[in-house]
């Protein structure tokens, strides 16, 4: 029996969904309504399955790192001088602009990407709606750091703080901030980037820095006048997790099925979204989005939402008792771990999306 070791990364388990909770405390006290239950549940188990895919992901990536690092990397960094640290954060964030601007201006990255944005609400839970799918190939763009030289474990650290910086930004209840606007990812600089007007597609890639999408022309103010609507103008119309990761590979191969030459066919994986076969590569007008049904029930029954809160905690406390384990696990075994995860909630989110479908639906 593998012996449960605690470590910093399984307190963020229990620290995020607590966030969670008191953001909806607060919203509630102030009158406020920013979370709905189906949503906010599908968003963390979106977030659990994630952990368990990542989790062998980023060994993957952190491995393939120290790899080229070890082979190609030109300079000696001291890790005890701040400077290599602020360096490394810096040039981390630079990267990751550029990956999350590939994520959504090429077909098969967003589909990966699309996931985080496939929430039509906007909240801490929406922080945690993360990709299963993009291990794969983001840990080729943070390349230039190992090249630098830059030691694995300050590319780990630097890329948990990216990563964690963002949690906040996700919330509806902070205004705007002054002078940090033009220097920092705030929430209301990220309102924008998941924002479906016209005025928000395309901005606002900055993961602790906005001064890259001021320098590259991709930077926009949320607008008072015009209130944002949040999420895909396709819905998913899912409460599925492993939905959410799959529909756009599904729809993407499907279009790629049907073109008829080779050359549009791979437009399909590397155009952007908005790109089709008759030339047309703007992003569609919000105003011309077909309007798509409410497919599921307004107030759901009680027995819906209490199965999907067990959901819930159930998988939050096995991913808790994973990740304390796993270091002893052999890696097939932890690939066995993270696979059995996704049949479970490919399962369950399948069953309780047909529970929350309108009678006339099924
Ligand atoms: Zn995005
Ligand atoms: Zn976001």
Same mark, same amino acid.
């Given at each position: 029996?593998?012996?449960?070791?605690?470590?910093?990364?399984?307190?963020?388990?229990?620290?995020?969904?607590?966030?969670?909770?008191?953001?909806?405390?607060?919203?509630?006290?102030?009158?406020?309504?920013?979370?709905?239950?189906?949503?906010?549940?599908?968003?963390?188990?979106?977030?659990?399955?994630?952990?368990?895919?990542?989790?062998?992901?980023?060994?993957?990536?952190?491995?393939? @790192?120290?790899?080229?690092?070890?082979?190609?990397?030109?300079?000696?960094?001291?890790?005890?001088?701040?400077?290599?640290?602020?360096?490394?954060?810096?040039? $981390?964030? #630079?990267?990751?602009?550029?990956?999350?601007?590939?994520?959504?201006?090429?077909?098969? #990255?967003?589909?990966?990407?699309?996931?985080?944005?496939?929430?039509?609400?906007?909240?801490?839970?929406?922080?945690?709606?993360?990709?299963?799918?993009?291990? $794969?190939?983001?840990?080729?763009?943070?390349?230039?750091?190992?090249?630098?030289?830059?030691?694995?474990?300050? #590319?780990?650290?630097?890329?948990?703080?990216?990563?964690? !910086?963002?949690?906040?930004?996700?919330?509806?209840?902070?205004?705007?901030?002054?002078?940090?606007? @033009?220097?920092?990812?705030?929430?209301?600089?990220?309102?924008?980037?998941?924002?479906?007007?016209? $005025?928000?597609?395309?901005?606002? !890639?900055?993961?602790?820095?906005?001064?890259?999408?001021?320098?590259?022309?991709?930077?926009?103010?949320?607008?008072?006048?015009?209130?944002?609507?949040?999420?895909?103008?396709?819905?998913?119309?899912?409460?599925?997790?492993?939905?959410?990761?799959?529909? $756009?590979?599904?729809?993407?191969?499907?279009?790629?099925?049907?073109?008829?030459?080779?050359?549009?066919?791979?437009?399909?994986?590397?155009?952007?979204?908005?790109?089709?076969?008759?030339?047309?590569?703007?992003?569609?007008?919000?105003?011309?989005?077909?309007?798509?049904?409410?497919?599921?029930?307004?107030?759901?029954?009680?027995?819906?939402?209490?199965?999907?809160?067990?959901?819930?905690?159930?998988?939050?406390?096995?991913?808790?008792?994973?990740?304390?384990?796993?270091?002893?696990?052999?890696?097939?075994?932890?690939?066995?771990?993270?696979?059995?995860?996704?049949?479970?909630?490919?399962?369950?989110? @399948?069953?309780?999306?047909?529970?929350?479908?309108?009678?006339?639906?099924?």
């Amino acid at each position: 029996m593998p012996e449960f070791v605690l470590s910093p990364n399984i307190l963020v388990v229990p620290i995020l969904i607590s966030l969670v909770i008191v953001e909806l405390v607060i919203s509630k006290a102030m009158g406020r309504s920013v979370y709905n239950f189906q949503d906010s549940i599908t968003s963390i188990n979106i977030g659990i399955m994630s952990q368990f895919v990542n989790a062998t992901g980023a060994v993957i990536s952190a491995f393939m @790192y120290a790899v080229i690092e070890m082979k190609y990397g030109t300079f000696e960094w001291d890790m005890t001088n701040p400077f290599t640290w602020i360096f490394a954060l810096l040039l $981390y964030d #630079f990267l990751y602009y550029w990956v999350h601007r590939t994520g959504h201006e090429v077909n098969m #990255f967003w589909a990966s990407h699309i996931t985080h944005h496939s929430s039509d609400e906007f909240n801490l839970s929406t922080a945690l709606r993360q990709a299963s799918t993009g291990f $794969y190939f983001k840990w080729i763009f943070y390349m230039p750091l190992a090249v630098l030289g830059i030691p694995v474990q300050v #590319f780990v650290v630097v890329g948990l703080i990216d990563l964690l !910086y963002q949690v906040w930004v996700h919330t509806r209840l902070v205004g705007r901030l002054g002078w940090i606007e @033009y220097v920092l990812v705030t929430p209301s600089n990220h309102r924008v980037h998941h924002g479906k007007n016209d $005025y928000c597609i395309d901005k606002n !890639y900055g993961g602790v820095f906005c001064v890259w999408d001021r320098m590259f022309g991709t930077y926009a103010d949320e607008r008072a006048e015009e209130p944002i609507v949040y999420g895909l103008k396709k819905k998913l119309n899912s409460w599925n997790p492993v939905w959410s990761n799959l529909h $756009y590979w599904v729809s993407m191969f499907k279009k790629a099925g049907q073109q008829d030459n080779w050359g549009d066919k791979l437009m399909c994986f590397f155009a952007p979204p908005a790109w089709s076969p008759d030339g047309n590569s703007a992003p569609k007008p919000l105003a011309e989005m077909p309007v798509t049904d409410e497919i599921f029930v307004e107030k759901t029954p009680l027995s819906i939402k209490l199965s999907g809160l067990m959901m819930t905690i159930v998988s939050a406390v096995v991913l808790v008792l994973y990740l304390g384990t796993k270091q002893q696990l052999p890696g097939m075994v932890q690939v066995a771990c993270a696979a059995a995860a996704v049949c479970t909630f490919a399962l369950v989110g @399948y069953f309780w999306t047909q529970g929350n479908r309108k009678e006339l639906e099924r």
